[in-house]
C-alpha cells in the first residue's frame, strides 16, 4: 500500500478566481493610460491585476485578443445619437461622442485604426456613419472611402490634441511668450509672421476646425455623388 497521498488541486492565484475579461480589459487600459499601447503584455496587464500571467489565457487569447477587446470597450461605449438625415449634424455628433469617450483614454484611440473588429459593439460607430452617408445618397464605395477619411481625421485630431504642446504650441503662457520668441527669431518671414499663433493651441478650437474642414470635404464630395 502506497503512503503517497493523493495530490491536492491547486488553489487559484490571488485574485483569479474574481477575475473576467472585464476586468482584463479595464487593467489594459490603466496600462496603455499609464504607458502607452507598445507596454501592452500579458505580462504586465497581469501585474496590474494581481494575477498570473497565464491566467489571462482563460479569458483572451493573447495581446491580440486583448488590444482587439479594448478597440471593442472603446467603440461599444460610445454614446451614439440618434440619426436625423442631415449628414454633416450627423458625422458632427457621431465625431463628437467619440471624442468624449476616447479623451478618457487617449493612449488607447489608435487602436480604433488598426484593429479589424468583427463584433457588433465595435461596429456600431461603423454603421451609423455608413447609414448617415447612404441616407444622403452616396454610394457604397464612396461611403466606405469617406468612412476612412473622417475617422482618420478623427483620431488624428485626438492625437494632436493629446500631444499638442512639443509640436503645436502650447497653453502656458512663459511657454508661449518663449516659444513665440524664438519662431520670431527664426529668420522665416512666414513662421515669424504666424508666430503668435504657432505658439498658441487650443484643443477646443484646433478640433472643431478640423472636424469642420472634413466636414466640408464630406459635403462637397456628397455634392458630386449626387
Do not use: W
Not at 465595435?122 to 476612412?148: F, I, K, N, Q, Y
Amino acid at each position: 500500500m502506497s503512503n503517497s497521498a493523493a495530490p491536492r488541486r491547486g488553489r487559484p492565484p490571488k485574485g483569479a478566481a474574481q477575475l473576467s475579461k472585464h476586468a482584463i480589459v479595464e487593467a489594459t487600459l490603466k496600462v496603455i493610460d499609464a504607458d502607452g499601447i507598445g507596454a501592452v503584455s500579458m505580462r504586465s496587464v497581469s501585474r496590474v491585476l494581481g494575477v498570473d500571467a497565464k491566467s489571462l489565457y482563460n479569458h483572451v487569447e493573447g495581446k491580440e485578443d486583448l488590444l482587439d477587446a479594448v478597440a471593442e470597450r472603446l467603440l461599444g461605449t460610445i454614446g451614439l445619437p440618434p440619426l436625423t438625415g442631415d449628414p454633416e449634424a450627423d458625422l458632427r455628433a457621431i465625431a463628437h461622442a467619440f471624442r468624449e469617450r476616447a479623451l478618457r483614454h487617449p493612449e488607447a484611440a489608435p487602436l480604433v485604426l488598426t484593429r479589424q473588429l468583427a463584433s457588433f459593439e465595435g461596429l456600431a460607430p461603423v454603421e451609423a456613419v455608413l447609414v448617415a452617408l447612404r441616407d444622403a445618397g452616396c454610394p457604397t464605395s464612396e461611403a466606405v472611402h469617406l468612412l476612412r477619411a473622417f475617422v482618420a481625421t478623427l483620431i488624428g485630431t485626438l492625437l494632436r490634441e493629446v500631444n499638442a504642446g512639443p509640436t503645436y504650441g502650447t497653453t502656458d503662457t512663459a511657454a508661449i511668450a518663449q516659444r513665440e520668441a524664438a519662431l520670431t527669431n527664426s529668420g522665416l518671414p512666414a513662421v515669424a509672421d504666424a508666430a503668435q499663433h504657432l505658439a498658441r493651441f487650443d484643443a477646443e478650437t484646433e478640433y472643431e476646425f478640423t472636424i469642420g474642414l472634413a466636414l466640408d470635404a464630406v459635403a462637397a464630395r456628397l455634392a458630386r455623388s449626387r
